[in-house]
């Protein structure tokens, strides 16, 4: 009886440590692109061919939304020096009025409020546009454990 006890909490225990886990973990949306947390909605972060960030949100289900009253707006920290992207309404889509600067490797800061006078939330996205073998996805949004 005692030994099944154990084996009972240790049981809960790893299932407790792997949920844990799994919260950190990154996400993906159907874009393949990184999935941001903001309050109650996702926002998804993708980078365009032409190097241009759109921003699709959706509801707590992964419905599509459009883009309400959320504000984006997002720092490239590149080694040429940091470069604010400001983000405009396309269709359902918040976009960056210009590209990201050349390179990677470098960090990009996005900050997403759900509201005009809603606290910000920052993200800080490692760019890196390679694609991932492990999950296909950008490797700024890969979901590989590792
Ligand atoms: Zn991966």
Redesign the pocket.
């Known amino acids: 009886m005692k030994t099944i006890r154990r084996i009972l909490t240790a049981a809960t225990l790893l299932a407790f440590t792997g949920s844990a886990l799994a919260d950190a973990t990154i996400k993906a949306g159907p874009r393949k692109g990184r999935l941001l947390e903001v309050e109650k909605d996702k926002a998804e972060f993708f980078v365009e061919k032409d190097r241009t960030v759109s921003i699709d949100f959706y509801d707590n289900e992964m419905k599509s939304k459009p883009a309400a009253d959320h504000v984006v707006t997002a720092t490239a920290e590149a080694p040429s020096g940091k470069v604010k992207l400001e983000f405009e309404k396309k269709g359902d889509l918040l976009v960056s009025k210009a590209p990201l600067p050349e390179g990677e490797h470098y960090t990009v800061v996005v900050q997403v409020k759900a509201g005009a006078d809603a606290k910000p939330k920052n993200f800080r996205i490692k760019l890196d546009l390679s694609t991932?073998?492990?999950?296909?996805?950008p490797?700024y949004a890969?979901?590989?454990d590792?």
């Open positions: 991932c073998a492990g999950c296909s996805n490797e890969c979901t590989c590792e």
